[in-house]
């Protein structure tokens, strides 16, 4: 199973960005998809999350600007991201909890990441 994300780059504050992962591989079915970023000098933190059929769930921080939305069909997650502030600056990383693999073993697993660079 491997992850590709892309849509990072550079922004000014107040801007947009659309940031998409596509999963691949023999999966066989996908549970939960999600962002996590990653600032300089700081720890891995949750964006948002959502899951298969339910409801979505997002990082107080971003909640209003942020939209997470899921291609079931192409296995891809996407993350809208409007109202940048310089402090979601990070590299995104998104996480997918699937069932994958010959014997549909469950795989929870990461992309490379993206990196998102808001500028004043």
């Known amino acids: 199973v491997q992850l590709q994300a892309s849509g990072g780059g550079l922004v000014q504050a107040g801007g947009s960005l659309r940031l998409s992962c596509a999963a691949s591989?023999?999966?066989?079915?996908?549970?939960?998809m999600a962002w996590y970023r990653q600032a300089p000098g700081k720890q891995r933190e949750f964006v948002a999350r959502?899951?298969?059929?339910?409801?979505?769930d997002y990082a107080d921080s971003v909640k209003g600007r942020f939209t997470i939305s899921r291609d079931y069909a192409q296995n891809t997650v996407f993350l809208q991201m409007n109202s940048l502030k310089q402090e979601d600056t990070a590299v995104y990383y998104c996480?997918?909890?699937?069932?994958?693999?010959?014997?549909?073993?469950?795989?929870?697993?990461w992309g490379q990441g993206t990196l998102v660079t808001v500028s004043s």
């Open positions: 959502i899951p298969s059929g339910g409801t979505t």
């Open positions: 996480n997918v909890d699937l069932y994958a693999g010959r014997y549909n073993n469950r795989v929870i697993t």
């Open positions: 591989g023999s999966i066989f079915s996908i549970n939960d």
